[in-house]
């Protein structure tokens, strides 16, 4: 069983609807213990990064969805609950993520309409296995003002946590897809490889990520009709297989 946390935001129903399609069972809870029993977690969501870190504070569901988050299971993020992965964010004021992924959610800047809602093409580089069978220019469904900054160098399409571990000291919002760096898998041990999709809305920034058994998108693959229930129906074959 998948669980759903709900902390009060999002449309809570359609994500659970849209597994249903792609005949995987998931549960909507608050409850702590349904989280940490589940074989995977889904945290979605949208409206403000503050107000859902509070809310789950409220709801005693920090440490459960840190469990959730320690790389012994599967776990999916989505919108709201993609950005809430991250060391900071500067919506209402700077306040702290969960801080599972080096860096920070900034504002789209000025100059497109805000928020960023609607169809747009995403780019990947093949190294993600939610986009599996899904080809890179393929459009999704996005609806949100402000955007996570990877801290850290591109390696291979993908991202070095070992690089910024303990803060940002690097931030690259528009890295090449692929480099002639060396590949991820020879870096130092214990760092781990964060890969990167990438979708552009007046600055390049991550829409979408994976790192160990983390996964996360910054649009709604609920909303996102044929290739978003893809997206689902790739995240339910990593459950199955227990990668």
């Known amino acids: 069983m998948i669980a759903i946390i709900d902390y009060g935001r999002g449309n809570l129903g359609s994500v659970e609807k849209a597994f249903r399609r792609v005949g995987i069972p998931a549960a909507i809870t608050q409850d702590p213990r349904s989280v940490d029993e589940a074989e995977a977690v889904v945290l979605p969501g949208d409206g403000a990064f503050h107000d859902a870190m509070s809310n789950l504070d409220r709801l005693g569901l920090i440490p459960s969805l840190r469990r959730a988050l320690d790389g012994s299971r599967p776990f999916l993020g989505i919108c709201l609950g993609y950005q809430l992965l991250f060391s900071t964010s500067e919506e209402f004021g700077e306040g702290r993520g969960l801080d599972v992924v080096p860096g920070a959610v900034r504002r789209l800047p ?134």
């Open 110 to 243: 000025a100059g497109r309409k805000i928020p960023h809602m609607g169809w747009n093409r995403l780019e990947h580089a093949g190294e993600l296995r939610l986009f599996d069978g899904i080809p890179s220019g393929a459009h999704f469904y996005f609806v949100h003002s402000y955007y996570p900054v990877v801290a850290g160098a591109v390696v291979a399409g993908a991202v070095s946590t070992a690089l910024t571990e303990g803060g940002l000291r690097q931030e690259r919002v528009a890295p090449p897809a692929r480099s002639d760096a060396p590949d991820a898998r020879s870096m130092a041990p214990g760092a781990q490889a964060l890969r990167v999709a990438w979708c552009e809305y007046g600055v390049r920034f991550a829409a979408a990520i994976e790192v160990g058994r983390i996964h996360a998108t910054q649009f709604h693959p609920e909303k996102s009709q044929r290739w978003g229930l893809r997206v689902l129906e790739n995240f339910a074959a990593v459950v199955k297989s227990g990668r």
